[in-house]
């Protein structure tokens, strides 16, 4: 990959620091950390197998509509994997 873009929307989003999906409020740390695992090839973990380990569960990659403003040890081991 050699470039990427992400953009946020904001028809009808309000970026704040809370994940509120049904309000749509969404934490942008969250979601550009989130983002940028997917430019370092990142999945979400809980769509590449049926079960989901805490360690997943925990990681930015998996979109939950929780505050998640690092990365966990579920994406750093994936990262290291790739790289
Ligand atoms: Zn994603």
């Known amino acids: 990959m050699t470039w990427a873009n992400s953009y946020l929307s904001n028809d009808g989003w309000t970026w704040d620091d809370t994940m509120n999906q049904s309000s749509k409020h969404a934490d942008v740390r969250t979601v550009l950390v989130h983002e940028l695992g997917h430019w370092l090839r990142l999945l979400h973990p809980n ?4 079960s989901v380990t805490s360690a997943e ?3 930015v990659m998996t979109p939950d509509w929780t505050l998640k403003r690092t990365l966990g040890s ?3 081991a994936a ?3 790739i790289y």
Do not use: R, V
Request: hydrophobic share 45%.
């Open 57 to 59: 569960a925990a990681a």
């Open 47 to 50: 769509q590449c197998s049926g």
């Open 74 to 76: 579920d994406d750093k």
């Open 79 to 81: 990262a290291a994997a």
